[in-house]
């Protein structure tokens, strides 16, 4: 009874199967490299200020200056390290520090992927059309 209800596939549908697959990824590869790159762009254009701030945080601190103590009186600074390293520590400016440091891991996380990305986009163009 059930032997009579066998139903061969269409020719060429495994195939077919498999290049609709690969389209589906392709264009999820597509979407993901061009928000990667908006990402990457915006990074870029983030980096520019951060990096401005924290110049001009470290000229407001006067870390500078208490760096270059190490030059011009070292003598005296290694008999009170212990003080020199938390004024150092108390001029940094950490919040200019982090804000560069963010837009760094963005950017360098950001171009990872979207080469990932890449990659998988040239594989799948190549491989399946």
């Known amino acids: 009874m059930w032997e009579s209800l066998e139903i061969e596939p269409p020719e060429g549908l495994y195939h077919r199967i498999l290049a609709r697959i690969a389209r589906a990824r392709l264009r999820a590869a597509r979407i993901r490299l061009g928000f990667l790159s908006m ?48 004024t150092l520590a108390e001029s940094l400016p950490l919040a200019g520090i982090t804000l560069m440091l963010s837009g760094i891991f963005v950017l360098f996380g950001s171009l990872k992927l979207a080469i990932k990305y890449y990659e998988l986009q040239r594989f799948y163009s190549i491989k399946y059309f």
């Open 39 to 86: 990402t990457i762009v915006g990074s870029l254009a983030a980096l520019i200020p951060a990096l401005q701030y924290t110049l001009q945080e470290f000229t407001q601190s006067g870390f500078y200056q208490y760096l270059s103590l190490v030059l011009s009186d070292g003598g005296t600074l290694f008999a009170h390290w212990h003080e020199y390293i938390l």
